[in-house]
């Protein structure tokens, strides 16, 4: 790779700090050669991710037949799928061409992926298993328990992955909302002339509104930072301590993503114990999603309560 090449595919990264091992050695290098092949043809992020969903919810339905060759086809095209989910984000980092429409088209792609994934999961159990056809309500029960944890598990790691960004890039390098702007967007907009513009921020909003909810220090720590640097020109000390304090939880974000649940998947659909990714997804992820909060907010705590005793300067007459 030449040295403009090198700086390139650096530049179609999110940060060394919040990228994955898998995804440095796997999908990072193959999404930039798709994103690569992206610009000579004009195509667009956008396009890549609807191009994503048809593959995550194709690998999905193959995954629905107990027999192996079929499963691992299934497998394939899901691998095929992330890495063109991986090639969206650096397409757009390579041509500046980000969206709001392009977060929210990415997010909605994972979900509709494992949508199909879960109800194939709950079909082939309902007839491959003795026990799951006695109680057929019983494995649908557990899949919509699991998408729940499994969509808020991936909500949370996405956003302690943007506010680290925020302190280590500044604003234009985070993808990190504030709920009462998008709110405020949303009474601008109507649903008569926008119809689609306002579902989509709608779906955002909540989305948003959602993470903000089990994030309440982080907020607070937020609101401190507005009030005394209203100008968005916070310390280099702070950003350098909030960074290296949220660094190590980094680690936890990846694991609630995509490599290490589709490895968990993949081995129960190879194992022939399809229910055993929900296991999975109950105990494990959710175990790591409560510790990641906890910590997570604790940091929060701290770094607020230092900014109130004016460790970083900033304005002494703030009262959050």
């Given at each position: 790779?030449?040295?403009?090449?090198?700086?390139?595919?650096?530049?179609?990264?999110?940060?060394?700090d919040?990228?994955?091992?898998?995804?440095l050695?796997?999908?990072r290098?193959?999404?930039?050669?798709?994103?690569?092949?992206?610009?000579?043809?004009?195509?667009?992020?956008?396009?890549?991710?609807?191009?994503?969903?048809?593959l995550?919810?194709?690998?999905?339905?193959?995954?629905?037949?107990?027999?192996y060759w079929?499963?691992?086809?299934?497998?394939?095209?899901?691998?095929?799928a992330?890495?063109?989910?991986?090639?969206?984000?650096?397409?757009?980092?390579?041509?500046?061409?980000?969206?709001?429409l392009?977060?929210?088209?990415?997010?909605?792609?994972?979900?509709?992926?494992?949508?199909?994934?879960?109800?194939?999961?709950?079909?082939?159990?309902?007839?491959?298993?003795?026990?799951?056809?006695?109680?057929?309500?019983?494995?649908?029960?557990?899949?919509?328990?699991?998408g729940?944890?499994?969509?808020?598990?991936?909500?949370?790691?996405?956003?302690?992955?943007?506010?680290?960004?925020?302190?280590?890039?500044?604003?234009?390098?985070?993808?990190?909302?504030?709920?009462?702007?998008?709110?405020r967007?949303?009474?601008?907009?109507?649903w008569?002339?926008?119809?689609?513009?306002?579902?989509?921020?709608?779906?955002?909003?909540?989305?948003?509104?959602?993470?903000?909810?089990?994030?309440?220090?982080?907020?607070?720590?937020?609101?401190?930072?507005?009030?005394?640097?209203?100008?968005?020109?916070?310390?280099?000390?702070?950003?350098?301590?909030?960074?290296?304090?949220?660094?190590?939880?980094?680690?936890?974000?990846?694991?609630?993503?995509?490599?290490?649940?589709?490895?968990?998947?993949?081995?129960?659909?190879?194992?022939?114990?399809?229910?055993?990714?929900?296991?999975?997804?109950?105990?494990?992820?959710?175990?790591?999603?409560?510790?990641?909060?906890?910590?997570?907010?604790?940091i929060?705590?701290?770094?607020?309560?230092?900014?109130?005793h004016?460790?970083?300067?900033?304005d002494?007459?703030?009262?959050?």
């Amino acid at each position: 790779m030449t040295e403009t090449a090198d700086k390139s595919y650096k530049n179609s990264l999110k940060s060394l700090d919040t990228e994955e091992g898998i995804d440095l050695a796997f999908y990072r290098p193959i999404g930039y050669m798709w994103a690569r092949l992206a610009m000579k043809l004009g195509v667009t992020p956008n396009a890549i991710t609807i191009a994503s969903i048809f593959l995550g919810v194709g690998a999905g339905i193959l995954m629905y037949f107990n027999t192996y060759w079929v499963n691992i086809l299934g497998m394939l095209l899901l691998v095929w799928a992330n890495s063109f989910d991986s090639a969206d984000g650096q397409l757009a980092r390579m041509t500046h061409s980000y969206s709001r429409l392009g977060r929210i088209l990415d997010g909605l792609s994972g979900d509709l992926w494992f949508v199909s994934i879960y109800a194939a999961i709950c079909l082939r159990e309902n007839v491959t298993s003795d026990f799951f056809m006695a109680h057929p309500w019983l494995i649908w029960f557990i899949a919509a328990v699991t998408g729940l944890c499994h969509a808020k598990q991936a909500a949370m790691a996405d956003y302690y992955r943007q506010f680290h960004l925020y302190f280590l890039k500044g604003k234009d390098g985070s993808e990190l909302e504030r709920a009462f702007s998008l709110k405020r967007r949303l009474a601008s907009m109507s649903w008569k002339k926008e119809f689609w513009q306002k579902l989509f921020l709608t779906v955002y909003t909540n989305y948003t509104v959602q993470q903000e909810a089990t994030a309440k220090s982080m907020q607070r720590l937020r609101a401190e930072l507005s009030c005394r640097f209203p100008n968005g020109d916070i310390p280099k000390k702070f950003r350098d301590d909030f960074r290296k304090s949220s660094l190590p939880l980094m680690k936890y974000t990846n694991i609630l993503s995509f490599n290490w649940r589709t490895i968990a998947l993949f081995t129960a659909l190879l194992v022939k114990m399809p229910w055993l990714y929900f296991a999975f997804e109950l105990t494990v992820l959710n175990f790591i999603l409560v510790m990641m909060v906890v910590r997570h907010e604790r940091i929060c705590r701290r770094m607020t309560a230092m900014l109130q005793h004016n460790d970083y300067g900033g304005d002494k007459r703030c009262d959050i």
